[in-house]
C-alpha cells in the first residue's frame, strides 16, 4: 500500500520533469531563435554591403566621380553602425550557453526541493508548481506566507516577463496600496534586485531548487534601499486633518505646525511655495491665493490678513488705505477752509479799528 | 581533482572547477567568497549540507546560494 503510494508520487515527479523539461528546450529554442533574428539582421547588413560595392565598381569605371563620393560617404557612415552592431552581436553570441539538463537531473531538482524547502505542490493540469514559505516577519511586520508559483508553461516567455507570482496566503499589505504586499512584491510580481541575473540562470540550467530558493532568500530579505513601500510607512501615513491612511509619497507635511497632511488636507503658498496644511494658510481676501504666516500680514487698520503683496508699504490694505487717503483729502479740505476764513478776517479789519470816545 | 561548482551570487553559474586533492568545502569557499561569512550562504555538496570539514571528491556538485538577496524596485 505504501509502496504503492510512493510510486505514485514518483511517477508524478516524473511527469512534472518531462514538463519541466520540455519548458527547458523552449526557453532554449527562443534564445536561439533570438541568435536566428541577429543572424538575419547581419546578413541584410552584408548584402547592404556588397550592393554598395558593385554600384561603387560601376561608378568608378565609368568615371561618375561625383557617384562614387556618395556612395564612398555613406559607406563610411554606415562602417561606424556597422562595427557597434558586430560588437554587440559578438557579444550576444558569446555568452556561454547554458548546458540543458538531463530528466534525471530535474528529478533530482524536485526531490531537493523537497528536501529543501518543505513539500511543493503541482498541478498537472494547469500546468504549474508552488511552494509555499514560512511566515515572513521583517522588522516586526508580519507579512504572513507567500505562495511562489511557477507557470511551467511560460518559462519560454522568460526574456520577456517573470514566469512566476509571488502570492500573498495571508496578505498584510501596505497601508496606502493594497497590491503591495511586501516591499518588494507589488501585483504578485517579485522585483528581484540583486537576484534578477541568477534566478534567470538558474531557470535556464534546469535548477529549480536553486530558483525557488533564491526568491525565498529574496522574500526574507529586506533592502530598505528599493522597496514598493518601505517598511516604516507600511501601515501608511494618517492625516492629521481627516485621518485618510496616505503613502510617504502622498503625505505632506505643514512645517508652521509639524504635522503631515493628505493632499485634500495641504495646499501650498502661492507666494514662496512652501507647502502647508489648510488650518496654517491663509487666503488672502483680494487676491484669494492661500499663503502662508510669512508672506502675510495684518493691515495696520483693520487688522485682517493679506498677502504681503497685497498691502500698501504702509502696511494698510487698499479699504484702508482709501479711508485713511479720503481722511487726509478731509482733513486737507478743512485745513483750507479754515485758513480761507482766516485770511477772509485779515482783510476786512485791515487799518486801525476806530475807537470811540 | 574536477568538480561542478555552482554560485547562486551576482552573475549565477555553473562550471567545472579543478582543484587540489583533499579541499575541504570550508576552503573552497574561502577561496572563491573571500570576505563572505558561510553563515549567510547554503552550502551543499551533491544536493545535501555537510560538515565544513567534508574534503571533496571528484565530481562532487557544490552549489553556494546566498540567504539574504536584497530585492529592489526595478
Not at chain 1, 498691502?311 to 487717503?325: A, F, I, S, V, Y
Amino acid at each position: 500500500m505504501r509502496k504503492g503510494k510512493i510510486m505514485n508520487k514518483n511517477k508524478n515527479i516524473i511527469k512534472l520533469s518531462s514538463l519541466l523539461l520540455d519548458a527547458i528546450y523552449e526557453l532554449k529554442k527562443q534564445r536561439l531563435r533570438q541568435i536566428q533574428d541577429k543572424f538575419r539582421d547581419f546578413g541584410s547588413k552584408c548584402s547592404f554591403a556588397i550592393k554598395d560595392s558593385n554600384l561603387f565598381y560601376t561608378a568608378v569605371e565609368k568615371n561618375w566621380f561625383r557617384s562614387a563620393e556618395k556612395i564612398r560617404t555613406r559607406v563610411s557612415r554606415s562602417l561606424n553602425d556597422f562595427s557597434y552592431y558586430l560588437q554587440r552581436f559578438k557579444e550576444f553570441i558569446n555568452i556561454d550557453e547554458p548546458k540543458l539538463p538531463k530528466l534525471s537531473e530535474i528529478f533530482a531538482e524536485l526531490l531537493q526541493l523537497d528536501q529543501d524547502l518543505g513539500e511543493y505542490q503541482f498541478d498537472l493540469k494547469y500546468k504549474t508548481i508552488s511552494v509555499i514559505t514560512e511566515p515572513i516577519t521583517l522588522e516586526e511586520i508580519n507579512l504572513g506566507s507567500f505562495e511562489i508559483k511557477l507557470y511551467i508553461e511560460r518559462i519560454s516567455t522568460l526574456y520577456e516577463h517573470a514566469p512566476y507570482k509571488v502570492i500573498a496566503l495571508e496578505p498584510n499589505p501596505a497601508g496606502s496600496d493594497s497590491n503591495v504586499t511586501h516591499p518588494h512584491v507589488s501585483s504578485e510580481t517579485l522585483c528581484e534586485g540583486d537576484g534578477h541575473v541568477s534566478i534567470r540562470r538558474a531557470l535556464e540550467d534546469g535548477r529549480f531548487c536553486d530558483f525557488f530558493t533564491m526568491i525565498v532568500s529574496i522574500l526574507q530579505t529586506y533592502n530598505p534601499d528599493s522597496p514598493y513601500i518601505s517598511l516604516s510607512d507600511w501601515e501608511g501615513r494618517s492625516c492629521y486633518d481627516c485621518g485618510y491612511t496616505v503613502s510617504g509619497d502622498e503625505s505632506y507635511y505643514c512645517e508652521y505646525c509639524d504635522n503631515e497632511f493628505c493632499d485634500q488636507c495641504s495646499t501650498y503658498c502661492q507666494k514662496c511655495d512652501t507647502t502647508m496644511c489648510l488650518g496654517c494658510a491663509s487666503q488672502c481676501p483680494l487676491c484669494e491665493e492661500p499663503v502662508c504666516k510669512n508672506c502675510s500680514a495684518k493691515c495696520k487698520e483693520c487688522e485682517e490678513i493679506y498677502c504681503k503683496d497685497c498691502l500698501t508699504e504702509e502696511g494698510l490694505c487698499p479699504d484702508c488705505e482709501e479711508q485713511r487717503k479720503e481722511q487726509e483729502n478731509e482733513e486737507q479740505e478743512d485745513k483750507s477752509k479754515k485758513s480761507e476764513a482766516a485770511a477772509a478776517v485779515q482783510s476786512d479789519s485791515m487799518g486801525q479799528t476806530i475807537v470811540h470816545a | 581533482m574536477r568538480i561542478m561548482y555552482i554560485n547562486n551570487v551576482g552573475g549565477g553559474f555553473a562550471n567545472y572547477l579543478e582543484i587540489e586533492e583533499n579541499t575541504s568545502i570550508q576552503k573552497l569557499f574561502t577561496q572563491k567568497m573571500a570576505g563572505e561569512n558561510a553563515e549567510d550562504y547554503l552550502i551543499r555538496v551533491n544536493r545535501q549540507p555537510v560538515p565544513r570539514d567534508y574534503v571533496l571528491q571528484e565530481n562532487d556538485r557544490v552549489t553556494i546560494t546566498p540567504t539574504k538577496v536584497e530585492g529592489a524596485v526595478r
